[in-house]
C-alpha cells in the first residue's frame, strides 16, 4: 500500500519548487492602466482642451476638464480590479483537481498544489497534472497528441522502458487507471518547457469587433473632416483661432462614439458574469455573439437531458423477471446470480451511474453477506466490444469467478446462443426499452483449464439475463425543449442507447422525432452526401459513439446551420471544437473536452443551454438597443456643436463641460442601463438571427439618424423659442442644456424595449435606469441653480416657468418615438 508524503514534507517541496502551474501575465497597475487611458482618442481630446483652457488663462475650467482624467483611469482601474477577481473566481471554479495519496489517505487537491514525488491516482478521462513515472497500472491508456502529435492512444506500465514508464502533464486518460508518481512540476514539464510561448498568443477579434471596428473608423475619418471644417468655418466668421480651435475639439469631441468599444467589451463581460450566475461558464466571448444565431442543438441524453442517476428498475432473467419499486427482497437464486455477477464485472467505488446503481443494489439485496473479493485480472470495454470481464477471486474460499456485462447484442453473440433463445430475449430486450431503460446483458463463465486467455471471446460464457436502469428525465427538460422549437431552434438528441430506448426518452422529454432514428451502425455505412441529405429529417441519433459526432456537426454545418453541440468526453473534443457553439460538462466532463469549448455548463442541465441562448439573445438586442442610443444621441451633440460655428451671431451652446456632462450620462446608461434591461417577451419566438445579418445594417443606422434628428428638432425649436423671448446668452445656454438633457433621458425611456411602453422601466424595476436617470435630474437641477456651477457651465437661470417648452418638447419627442413603436410593433405582429 503506498503511503506518500506527509504534510511536512509536501511543505518543503512547496518552498523549494514552488506551485505546479506555468507562470502568469504579471497584473496591471495604475500607472499601466492610465497608460492605456491616455491612448484612447477621447482622453487625448480631453486633454488638449483642457491645456487651451489652461493658456487661455481660464483655469477652473481647465482643471476641472484635467481632473476628469483622473476620476476616468479611477473608475477603470476600479473596474479591471473587479474584472481579475471576478476571473480568478471563475478559474478556481474550472481549476481542475488531482487524487493524491498523502499520510496514507487518497485526497483531493488543486493541481497547483502537486509536489514532486507526490502519489496521484489517474482514471478515464483524468489530465495527468504533472509530468511522472507510471507505478502501477490497469489498462491505462494515455493520448499524448498534446504534446507528439500522434493521434493513437499509448498504452503505460510499470517498466524500464522510460518511453512506456513516464507520462506527461498535459495528456489524457483515455482509458484504464493508475497509480503515478511525480518527478516534474509546473516549467519543468514537458509542457511546461513550451507552455511559456502559449502566454503570447492573443485571440483573434470577434466578427462584432471587427464590424464595430470598421464603424469606429468611418466615423472617426467623418468626425476629422467636420471637426476641421468648424475650425475653419469658425475661424472665417468669428476670427479667433483658440476660440475655432476649442469649437473644432468640441465637436470631435461630439462626434466621436468612443462608447462602442467600450460598451461591446463591457456587454461581453457582463454576460458571461450573468451566465456564470445561471450554471454556465463563458470561456470565449464571441459565443454570447453566437448563441442568439443558433438554429440546431445537438445534445446527450445521460447527464444533460436527465439526471444521470441511474437506479435498478428491471432484473430479467431465462426463468422470470423482476419489476421493483421499492425493497428487493425475496428474489430466486437466478436473479440473485444476475446482481452478484453485474457487482463482479463492476470497479469498486466506480464514478459509473449504472455501477454506482448496481452496488447500490447489491447493498440491499445482500445486507448480511460482505462481498469480500480480488480483482485478478480486467478485460476492459472496448469499441469492438462493448463488454467488459473480470476475473476476481474470494477471499475466503479462494474460489475463482469470471463475470461479465456490457451490450446485450455483444453478450449475447459471445454467449453462442441459439436463434429462438436469441429471439426471446431480444423481445424483452425490446420490452425494457421501450420503458426508457438502458439495458446491460450479464454473463458467466467457468474459468479455462488452460488459464486466463488473452482476449475476454476466450471464456465460454454462460447467458444469465438483462438489468434495466432508469434514468430519469430532469424535471424542468420538456419545458426547455419547448421553449428551444419555439424558438425556431432544432433539438437533436445523440445518445449510446438503443433506438427504442432513445424514442422513449425522446417523446418524455418532448423532442419531436422527425423521420426515422438513426444508430451508429446505419451512420457508418452513409456517405458523407447521403448524412447532409437525411439529416435535415432526423432528430434523432442511437448507439452512436463519441467519433460519430463529429460527421454529425460537420454534416449540419455543410446544411449551413449554425450547430451548438454538447459533449463531456475525451473524443468529445473534435466535435465541440468543429460545432459553432462547443458546450462541455462541467461536472462529469474532461478537461480535454472543457479546452475545444466555448461553454462549460457547471450544472450539466439541458435548461442551463436553452436559458444560455436565451441570455445570448437578450444579450445581443440589448447591445443593438444601446449602439442605436449612441449613434442616435450623437446626432444633436454634433448639431448643436456646429450650428454656432455657421451662424456668427448666434451665442455658443455646447462647450467641452457640457459635453463631458452628456458622457457622464451616456457612458453609464449605454453600458449598465441597456444591459441591466429584461429581454423582450417575444424573444423565444421568433427564428434565431441569421449569421451573414450585419449586426448594424443601413436600416437600423437610419432608423438611429432619424430619433437623433428628432431630438435635434426639438432642441433647435426651444433654442429659437429662447432668443425670441430675448433672453441672455447664459438663459438660452440654460434653456436648451436642459431641453437637451430632458429630450435624452426620453429617448433613453423610449429605446430600451422595442416592443413595451417607456412605463416599463418604472413597472419591471429597471434599478439601473431609474437611479442614473433620478442622479441625472439631481445634477442638472445642481448646475442649473446653484451660482458656483451656473458660473463653471456658463448658465443662467431663467426662472423655472422658462423650462416648461424644454419639457413639453422632450414629451411631443417621447409621444412620437413611442407611437412609431408601436406602430411597428402591430405591423410585425401581423
Known amino acids: 500500500m503506498h503511503k506518500g508524503l506527509n504534510s511536512k514534507e509536501v511543505n518543503e517541496k512547496l518552498n523549494t519548487h514552488g506551485y505546479n502551474e506555468l507562470p502568469s ?20 481630446l480631453l486633454i488638449s482642451c483642457g491645456v487651451l483652457y489652461m493658456i487661455l488663462g481660464d483655469y477652473k475650467e481647465g482643471a476641472i476638464l484635467l481632473s476628469t482624467i483622473l476620476i476616468i483611469i479611477f473608475i477603470t482601474f476600479y473596474q479591471y480590479q473587479k474584472t481579475e477577481k471576478a476571473l480568478q473566481a471563475l478559474r478556481q471554479l474550472s481549476a481542475p483537481k488531482a487524487r493524491a495519496i498523502r499520510d496514507g489517505k487518497e485526497i483531493h487537491i488543486e493541481s497547483r498544489e502537486i509536489v514532486p514525488d507526490d ?18 497500472s490497469v489498462n491505462l491508456t494515455i493520448d499524448e497528441s498534446l504534446l507528439t502529435g500522434e493521434s493513437v492512444p499509448v498504452l503505460k506500465n510499470n517498466t524500464p522502458d522510460e518511453v512506456v514508464a513516464n507520462v506527461f502533464s498535459g495528456t489524457m486518460v483515455v ?93 461581453l463581460a457582463l454576460g458571461s458574469w450573468k451566465l456564470s450566475k445561471n450554471n454556465v461558464l463563458t470561456r470565449k466571448p464571441s459565443a ?83 462481498l469480500e473479493y480480488t480483482l485478478i485480472k480486467e478485460y ?103 421553449e428551444c422549437q419555439e424558438a425556431g431552434i432544432k433539438v437533436i438528441m445523440i445518445t449510446g442507447d438503443f433506438p427504442v430506448t432513445a424514442r422513449s426518452i425522446a417523446n418524455e422529454a418532448g423532442i419531436k422525432i422527425i423521420g426515422e432514428i438513426i444508430s451508429g451502425e446505419e451512420l457508418n455505412d452513409m456517405t458523407d452526401a447521403a448524412l447532409k ?56 466532463g474532461t478537461d480535454v473536452a472543457r479546452a475545444a469549448s466555448s461553454l462549460v455548463l457547471l450544472d450539466d442541465n439541458f435548461a442551463s443551454v436553452v436559458g444560455a441562448i436565451r441570455s445570448g439573445r437578450r444579450i445581443f438586442d440589448n447591445l443593438q438597443k444601446a449602439m442605436s442610443y449612441i449613434i442616435a444621441i450623437h446626432i444633436p451633440i454634433v448639431g448643436l456643436s456646429l450650428l454656432p460655428a455657421f451662424m456668427t ?86 434653456i436648451t442644456f436642459s431641453a437637451l438633457i430632458t429630450g435624452n433621458v426620453f429617448l433613453i425611456l423610449s429605446s430600451l424595449s422595442r416592443t ?30 446653484i451660482p458656483f456651477l451656473q458660473d463653471i457651465f456658463g448658465f443662467q437661470s431663467p426662472g423655472f416657468y422658462h423650462f416648461i417648452p424644454s419639457l413639453a418638447g422632450a414629451s411631443i419627442m417621447l409621444i412620437i418615438l413611442e407611437g412609431i413603436k408601436l406602430f411597428n410593433f402591430q405591423r410585425n405582429k401581423k
Open 380 to 482: 476492459p470495454l472496448s469499441k469492438e466490444q462493448m463488454m467488459m470481464t473480470c476475473v476476481t477471486r474470494e477471499n475466503q474460499t479462494k474460489k475463482f469467478s469470471v463475470s461479465a456485462k456490457g451490450a446485450p447484442e455483444v453478450v449475447m453473440d459471445l454467449c453462442r446462443l441459439k436463434e429462438e433463445e436469441k429471439a426471446t430475449h431480444k423481445k424483452r430486450l425490446n420490452q425494457m426499452a421501450e420503458k426508457g431503460y438502458r439495458v446491460i446483458a450479464v454473463a458467466d463463465s467457468e474459468m479455462p483449464e488452460a488459464g486466463m486467455p488473452e482476449e475476454k471471446s476466450g471464456f465460454d460464457y454462460r447467458f444469465l439475463g438483462l438489468i434495466g436502469f432508469h434514468d430519469p428525465i430532469r424535471p424542468e427538460v420538456p419545458k426547455a425543449v419547448k
Open 119 to 136: 502519489l496521484l491516482l489517474l482514471r478515464e478521462g483524468d489530465r495527468v497534472p504533472a509530468d511522472s513515472v507510471v507505478l502501477d
Open 649 to 734: 451671431k448666434l451665442p455658443l451652446l455646447l462647450m467641452p463641460l457640457h459635453i463631458i456632462f452628456m458622457e457622464l450620462i451616456i457612458d453609464p446608461v449605454c453600458s449598465v442601463a441597456f444591459e441591466s434591461e429584461q429581454e423582450e417577451k417575444s424573444i423565444m419566438n421568433r427564428p434565431p438571427r441569421n449569421p451573414d445579418k450585419k449586426f448594424f445594417g443601413g436600416r437600423k443606422i437610419l432608423m438611429s439618424v432619424l430619433q437623433g434628428l428628432m431630438l435635434l428638432s426639438m432642441v433647435i425649436i426651444v433654442y429659437f423659442l429662447s432668443i425670441r423671448e430675448g433672453h441672455s446668452d447664459g438663459e438660452i445656454r440654460a
Open 533 to 588: 441529405k437525411k439529416i435535415k429529417h432526423v432528430s434523432v441519433f442511437a448507439r452512436v459513439i463519441p467519433e460519430q459526432k463529429l460527421r454529425i456537426v460537420q454534416a449540419l454545418k455543410s446544411n449551413h446551420e449554425v450547430v451548438a453541440m454538447t459533449g463531456d468526453g475525451v473524443n468529445d473534443a473534435p466535435a465541440l471544437k468543429a460545432s459553432d457553439i462547443g458546450i462541455a460538462m462541467g461536472k462529469k
Open 25 to 44: 501575465a504579471k497584473p496591471k497597475n495604475v500607472l499601466g492602466i492610465a497608460f492605456e487611458v491616455m491612448k484612447e482618442p477621447m482622453f487625448i
Open 175 to 267: 482509458s484504464g487507471k493508475g497509480t503515478i508518481r511525480v518527478t516534474d512540476t509546473g516549467s519543468n514539464t514537458q509542457f511546461g518547457k513550451i507552455g511559456t510561448s502559449l502566454r503570447n498568443i492573443e485571440q483573434d477579434e470577434t466578427r462584432l469587433q471587427k464590424e464595430m471596428k470598421i464603424l469606429i473608423r468611418n466615423l472617426f475619418i467623418i468626425g476629422a473632416v467636420l471637426s476641421i471644417g468648424v475650425v475653419l468655418a469658425y475661424y472665417f466668421t468669428r476670427g479667433n483661432l483658440i476660440q475655432s480651435i476649442l469649437n473644432g475639439l468640441s465637436s470631435a469631441m461630439a462626434i466621436l462614439p468612443e462608447e462602442f468599444p467600450v460598451v461591446l467589451t463591457v456587454f
Open 288 to 370: 454570447i455573439e453566437t448563441l442568439g444565431s443558433a438554429t440546431v442543438l445537438c445534445t446527450d441524453k445521460t447527464g444533460t437531458i436527465t439526471m444521470n442517476k441511474m437506479d435498478v428498475a428491471s432484473v430479467y432473467s431465462v426463468k422470470e423477471t423482476v419489476d421493483k419499486d421499492g425493497d428487493w427482497i425475496n428474489l430466486s437464486e437466478d436473479t440473485q446470480a444476475i446482481i452478484l455477477t453485474s457487482l463482479l464485472a463492476s470497479q469498486k467505488n466506480s464514478a459509473d451511474p449504472m455501477e454506482q446503481a448496481i452496488e447500490a443494489l447489491s447493498r440491499k439485496v445482500f445486507p448480511d453477506t460482505p
Open 756 to 785: 413595451r411602453s417607456f412605463l416599463a422601466v418604472f413597472t419591471e424595476r429597471n434599478y439601473a435606469v431609474m437611479i442614473i436617470l433620478t442622479l441625472t435630474a439631481i445634477l442638472l437641477l445642481l448646475v442649473l441653480y
